[in-house]
């Protein structure tokens, strides 16, 4: 059966002498695993459409049950060669594609994550700020998967967050959000030093970007300036989240039709 979406290339993967198992997140049908025959041969054509980042439009072969799929055809859209060519746009590029294929659950569509990447990847290639860029990512992308931290108030005790009194913060991604200082001491406590769920202290100027961040409509984040190193601790505290989400995340798995064993390199930063 054929089926045929927009789609961008996070990954891929070399497989055997000229094959790539491509990693797609499509329009129509959310994050997808598929083989392109002959994709690294002389001759093939493909072209550049499999380069990481690729803006497409993909036509695949096989049934949709969870067997890896046959990537028959892409025909590139926009390539986005930019974000390839230098060192900084790639990395910030493979952050949030990585990022994406942590969280989303594979052929379960989710059209608002793929506008929010492509997105992403204009801003990037426009020359935009990538800790910036990708900040605004991880939190879109998490508010888009159901996982959108909570950080205006306490999560064990309940108690909304304030700047008043210096207290200290912590940031519990396994809880999802913040807990106080007080509740998490009494966490620690109850739970043990083995039991409690890892915790990060959280800076009460990401704090505050942080609840700004989430409570401002999309199209007023352009009034938030963070600084370099607010960028830095709030990109940290949302990988730890998505990493933990991502474990919870069900994955389909793809029956070994290709041998992991094939596998060469990988192309994903
Ligand atoms: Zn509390």
Known sequence: MFFESQAIVLAGQKLGEADTLVTLLTLDHGLLKGVARGARGMKSRFGSALQPFSYGHAILFGARTGVLRRVNQVDAIHSFRALREDFDRLTWAAAMANAARALLPEEQPSRETFALLLRAFQALEAGADGARVNVFFLLALLRATGYQPRVDRCLVGRHPATDAGGARWFFVPHLGGTVCASCHGT???????????????????????????????????????????????????????IADRSRRVAKRPIPAAAPPLNVRARFDV
């Open 187 to 241: 966490l620690t406590r109850e739970a043990g030093p083995i039991g409690c769920p890892s915790a990060w202290s959280l800076s009460p100027g990401t704090h505050a970007f942080l609840r700004q961040a989430l409570r401002l409509p999309p199209a007023l984040r352009d009034r938030l300036k963070p600084d370099p190193a607010l960028l830095t601790e709030a990109r940290r505290l949302l990988d730890a989240c």
